[in-house]
């Protein structure tokens, strides 16, 4: 009798484990992606970007795709403060799950007042504000490929841009923005790595992990070598980087 009191216990908590969510962490830690700071300066630019494209209802209308693509930035970028080892030195870091749930509601918001008051959200919250958000997000569920993807193209022009200038001659401003546009990139490579839904075989989805990662690893690479004016190696990990996207592209993206 106590026995099977007992296994019934034992099913019931193996049960309960299958169905309370677990959340997977971050395929690498984010300290090894990028500094910190550098990821927190990106998500404070891509909100004053959305500030500007909120601000009335007919910038909104013309600027949605970056509307999505500056939120989508911001929910991915965030999750990464949320797992962050060096989260500290962020002063809202506290509120950094709600600035993620702020940025995702404008990611999907349908209509100038939604992503508005996704954006109320998003800036309370990067305020310092702490809002309700739960802290655990799988990092699957931040963002449409489609979106991370756009998000991608908008910064690639700035690291290509850079790539090809000479350390003499590239401006500070410049060094910033390449190497801020490889911090974007970098971090939302780990949701890309998680985000599988794609692979339609199961036995390919280590190849889709591989070409992620690699990815990830060449933009956290060029964003330093920007950082140093290390021009070859920023045009060495772009070039390197750029060989990842088509090797995912050729064999995942199915052809239009
Ligand atoms: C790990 C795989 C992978 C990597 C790496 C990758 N992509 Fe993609 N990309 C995809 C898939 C799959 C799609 C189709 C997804 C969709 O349309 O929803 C796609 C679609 C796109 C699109 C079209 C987006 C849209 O609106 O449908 C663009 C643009 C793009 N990728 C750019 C890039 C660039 C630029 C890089 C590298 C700098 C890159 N991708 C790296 C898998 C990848």
Redesign the pocket.
Known sequence: MLKTVLLGLSVGAVGLALVLPTYAAAPVKIAAVAPIADVAGQIDASIKLLDEYLASNDVYTQNKKKVRTEATIVSVLSQAVVESEEKGSVAWNAAAADVRAGAISIADAKTYDDAKKGLAAVNEAHGGKKGAAASEHEWNKLAK??AI??A??SR?GKIRGGSRKKADSITDAEVAEASGAATV?AVLELA?HEDTH?VKKKEDTPE?QK??KE?QTQMTATAAAFKKKDMAGAADGWKK??T??NA??DK??EKE
């Open positions: 490929l489609g993807m756009d991608v193209q690639s990139l890309v794609e889709w070409a992620a990815f980087g750029n990842a996207c995912c592209h995942f993206r």
